[in-house]
Nanobody
Framework: QLELVESGGGLVQPGESLTLSCVAS????????IGWFRQAPGKEREGVSC??????????NDIDSVKGRFIISRDIAKNTVYLRMNNLKPEDTAIYYC?????????????????????WGQGTQVTVSS
């Protein structure tokens, strides 16, 4: 099980951008599928974007509300998964977490918003407000 630490959150105005980082320690990322989740006040935690690596390629799964705005990527050399968030909206306000997730055995493979382990870090707060 990887140990993952989130960072990069902050207070921004609507329309601005942020990049979150999820740094792995204890082991290398290798091909581990990683997902970003968020939890807004009074709401259930929801999956946002996930990435899995197979046969030399990255495969990504985003929820509809962030498609075209959020970009997930990974840098194996830095043992880090990023979430670039553009055109932020007030409804994106939440604590953001990253964790390992499951992958459907499909072709192509598809990561799903189901955590592999019931273990969460501290998260990083994102607040979008004018």
């Amino acid at each position: 099980q990887l140990e993952l630490v989130e960072s990069g959150g902050g207070l921004v105005q609507p329309g601005e951008s942020l990049t979150l980082s999820c740094v792995a320690s204890g082991d290398t990322l290798r091909d581990a599928p990683i997902g970003w989740f968020r939890q807004a006040p009074g709401k259930e935690r929801e999956g946002v974007s996930c990435i899995t690596h197979y046969d030399g390629r990255d495969f990504i799964n985003d929820i509809d509300s962030v498609k075209g705005r959020f970009i997930i990527s990974r840098d194996i050399a830095k043992n880090t998964v990023y979430l670039r968030m553009n055109n932020l909206k007030p409804e994106d306000t939440a604590i953001y977490y990253c964790t390992e997730v499951f992958v459907q055995t499909s072709v192509p493979p598809k990561c799903v918003f189901q955590p592999s382990f019931d273990s969460w870090g501290q998260g990083t707060q994102v607040t979008v407000s004018s």
